[in-house]
């Protein structure tokens, strides 16, 4: 049974910090692109960023480019998503994904693609 469980949210001032992490288990972890999305309350779910299997490849959305990171341990099954500089507008549930893929370069933006989900961790931004 595949499980996506994340921590790491919570409240945060605007200008703040927060690593988010996401623990998988029940698949072989080196074989799937990850990635974070995140969901505000009234809004769509949207694309924040994701990682190749190797790592080599990320990509982000424009409004977090600079300021978030993603990153991944293989060994520890778990992907991380750095966020510096912080704003009220990155408020909101924090999923991750994970979509198995030979390539080991690939990047995936779309939900769609997306094989498994976490439950999201809460990230919420005060002015």
């Known amino acids: 049974q595949v499980q996506l469980v994340e921590s790491g949210g919570g409240l945060v001032q605007a200008g703040g910090s927060l690593r988010l992490s996401c623990a998988a288990s029940?698949?072989?972890?080196?074989?799937?692109?990850m990635g974070w999305f995140r969901q505000a309350p009234g809004k769509e779910r949207e694309f924040v960023a994701s990682?190749?299997?190797?790592?080599?490849?990320?990509s982000y959305e424009d409004s977090v480019k600079g300021r978030f990171t993603i990153s991944r341990d293989n060994t520890k099954s778990t992907v991380y998503l750095q966020m510096n500089s912080l704003t009220p507008e990155d408020t909101g549930v924090y999923y991750c994904?994970?979509?198995?893929?030979?390539?080991?370069?690939?990047?995936?933006?779309?939900?769609?693609?997306?094989?498994?989900w976490g439950q999201g961790t809460q990230v919420t931004v005060s002015s």
């Open positions: 029940g698949l072989t972890f080196n074989r799937f692109v």
């Open positions: 990682i190749s299997r190797s790592s080599v490849m990320t």
């Open positions: 994904a994970a979509a198995v893929d030979m390539a080991m370069h690939a990047l995936r933006t779309r939900a769609v693609l997306y094989d498994y």
